[in-house]
């Protein structure tokens, strides 16, 4: 999931489970999400009952269509979304057990190049041998109407904000940044705007499921697809097939306390980090012996060097390495250990030889920026749902430096920038119409929900709390570093969510791996 303020990106969302922790935080929600009706109401019969045209794909292997869903739910007369489809039809022999749908999360992450760049052929044989492997962009991502917020030129001053301010002069640019982005997203997306919410987009799902036949879904969503997922559960429980929901997000928490949360979250994963890094001969933050602690305190003095003195980088743009490019290309590294090593090679770039080339392209990375300096839409698509989904974490300035004090005691390293990037959705021009709810799904077929346990981004006490939500779900733990479980190397994780995805057999109650 990506941070509510844009910065961070598997970022909708950020913090400290913080009573837990000796931080005092807002009450989780008492209310629930209430199911739709079984029935589908006579205005939305047509979208239910309308045929997807097939052809192939630009991506060999694949199949795509375009689907349409009523804009707004409320009126479903009153216009269509068009939404973009990919399919890669079952492969093997066996029973077929339906359609598989993916989504990779963000919000903004598009579950169409997820399934042809990982999904269609990185999944067990016998998985896409059995399933016709389907992903749908959610409205106003990727390729279904994408929200679009500011030009390439812009989106790279916005990214280079600075997100430490340190007197009244760099708050007020950093609010103007936030401004500027809300309005260039009502400007360029304002008929779309008011309907990307995560409850419009798992309804979307369900028609999905009806078109292509399925009478039930079966779905893996990762980070943010956690909660679509649930969300898709709580709204049609009846219809729930095979879920698995990988790094999951906790559905009734506010803005504020997600992203308090995300922000202990990514001071574990740094604190994993650097006690692997000191062990490395390659280790420009310390040596054996070297704490945690000292390792961040390296890292931050590095941050305020970069701060006063932008590094080269080489950039065909000219932009150089300052400190919010360089904190966002060492978070990027924070979500797969598999980083780590680039990442100590690209810092000692920076910190020894002054060259922040590595760096930024951890950052480009993480923000999706292709090399002729044209962004995806991901970050524009993940503060749009962000802000429609909840009440903004903070109203102004004066809230967030009351709460520094908070983020920073949850990560000495990043909390004050992870606090400042919280601010986005205050100036954002649509009123949020969700809020913060239980998920109970009562009726649903076993949901598997997978935490790990040092992820930075979905933190692992959110799995804790959703699979205690959920009516019928089984908690799967992998003990590890990074964010989500599945694919990434666990066998017993692996083999755990094939059965279940396969024979329909969750994993045993309380099943941890390794």
């Known amino acids: 999931m990506r941070t509510g303020g844009v910065l961070l990106a598997a970022a909708a969302l950020l913090a400290s489970a913080c009573s837990a922790r000796g931080v005092t935080t807002a009450t989780t929600a008492d209310e629930a999400l209430a199911p739709l009706p079984r029935a589908t109401p006579p205005a939305l019969s047509p979208y239910y009952a309308q045929r997807l045209t097939w052809s192939p794909c630009k991506v060999p292997g694949f199949e795509c269509a375009t689907m349409k869903a009523p804009r707004d739910y409320a009126r479903p007369t009153a216009g269509d979304v068009r939404l973009a489809v990919a399919r890669k039809r079952a492969t093997g022999h066996g029973k077929p057990l339906g359609s598989l749908l993916v989504n990779p999360g963000g919000p903004g992450g598009s579950a169409i190049g997820y399934l042809e760049q990982y999904a269609g052929a990185g999944y067990p044989a016998e998985i896409r041998a059995r ?204 979500y797969d250990q598999a980083a780590w090593p680039q990442l100590r090679t690209a810092l000692t770039s920076a910190i020894k030889h002054h060259d922040g080339a590595a760096l930024l392209v951890l950052s480009d990375s993480y923000y999706e920026r292709g090399a002729h300096g044209r962004y995806a839409n991901l970050m524009f698509a993940n503060a749009a749902v962000n802000c429609l989904d909840l009440p903004s974490a903070f109203s102004g300035p004066a809230e967030v430096e009351e709460a520094l004090p908070v983020f920073e005691k949850a990560s000495p390293v990043f909390g004050k920038g992870l606090a400042w990037t919280s601010l986005n959705c205050a100036y954002w021009p649509v009123k949020a119409t969700g809020r913060p709810q239980r998920i109970v799904a009562r009726g649903a077929a076993p949901i598997v929900v997978v935490g790990t346990t040092r992820d930075p981004a979905t933190p692992y006490l959110w799995a804790q709390a959703l699979a205690s939500q959920l009516s019928s779900a089984r908690l799967l733990t992998y003990d590890g570093d990074g964010h989500t479980a599945y694919g990434r190397g666990s066998k017993c994780i692996d083999a755990a969510i094939d059965a279940y995805l396969l024979r329909g057999t969750p994993p045993a109650r309380g099943k941890h791996c390794s």
């Open 131 to 334: 399933y016709d492997m389907v992903g749908m962009d959610p409205r106003g991502v990727g390729q279904s109407e994408p929200i679009v917020c500011l030009n390439g030129p812009e989106m790279d001053a916005y990214a280079q904000t600075d997100l430490t301010p340190d007197n009244q002069t760099e708050v007020n640019r950093l609010v103007a940044a936030d401004k500027k982005f809300a309005e260039g997203c009502e400007r360029h997306s304002a008929n779309l705007l008011r309907h990307v919410s995560t409850v419009e987009a798992a309804r979307d799902m369900d028609i999905l499921r009806a078109v292509l036949g399925d009478r039930k879904l079966n779905y893996v969503g990762a980070s943010y697809g956690t909660f679509l997922g649930a969300t898709y559960a709580g709204l049609f429980p009846a219809r729930v097939g095979r879920l698995v929901l990988d790094g999951a997000m906790d559905p009734s928490l506010s803005a504020r306390r997600l992203n308090e949360d995300q922000t202990v979250g990514f001071e574990t994963a740094f604190q994993s980090f650097a006690r692997d890094c000191v062990r490395r001969s390659d280790c420009p933050l310390g040596v054996p012996g070297t704490s945690p602690a000292k390792v961040g305190d390296h890292l931050k003095a590095f941050f305020t060097k970069v701060d006063a003195s932008p590094l080269p980088t080489g950039d065909a743009s000219g932009r150089r390495l300052g400190e919010a490019l360089a904190t966002t290309g060492v978070i990027a590294a924070m």
